[in-house]
Nanobody, 125 residues
Framework: VQLQASGGGLVQAGGSLRLSCAASGRLFSSYAMGWFRQAPGKEREPVAGISRSGGRTDYVDSVKGRFTIARDTTKNTVYLQMNSLKAEDTAVYYC???????????????????WGQGTLVTVSS
């Protein structure tokens, strides 16, 4: 599967952005999906994950209550709605797809099989 992330940009602190990740192919519903981010000079970190059905979502503590992950199987797309953005959210955001069963390992980049190219989010303070 090929993933195409979009929706990044420059936003002021407190603002919102919605990232999209469009997946090619007809097996989108077979993949659990995740969003990761990498800030300048830092390691890539998990942000959010969603199960194949969309019935389970998980978030890293720093974004809980501010970010929402969702998927639309009719559009083969996963979204990351980001509200109340902070300067520390500045990073390149990557979407990823995992063919294995979604669970407690959602935050590990090693469980994901496919990665998008990344989209830059810059939050000005």
């Amino acid at each position: 599967v090929q993933l195409q992330a979009s929706g990044g940009g420059l936003v002021q602190a407190g603002g919102s952005l919605r990232l999209s990740c469009a997946a090619s192919g007809r097996l989108f519903s077979s993949y659990a999906m995740g969003w990761f981010r990498q800030a300048p000079g830092k390691e890539r970190e998990p942000v959010a994950g969603i199960s194949r059905s969309g019935g389970r979502t998980d978030y890293v503590d720093s974004v809980k209550g501010r970010f929402t992950i969702a998927r639309d199987t009719t559009k083969n797309t996963v979204y990351l709605q980001m509200n109340s953005l902070k300067a520390e959210d500045t990073a390149v955001y990557y979407c990823a797809a995992a063919a294995r069963t979604y669970g407690s390992t959602w935050s590990l980049s090693a469980v994901y099989d496919y990665w998008g190219q990344g989209t830059l989010v810059t939050v000005s303070s």
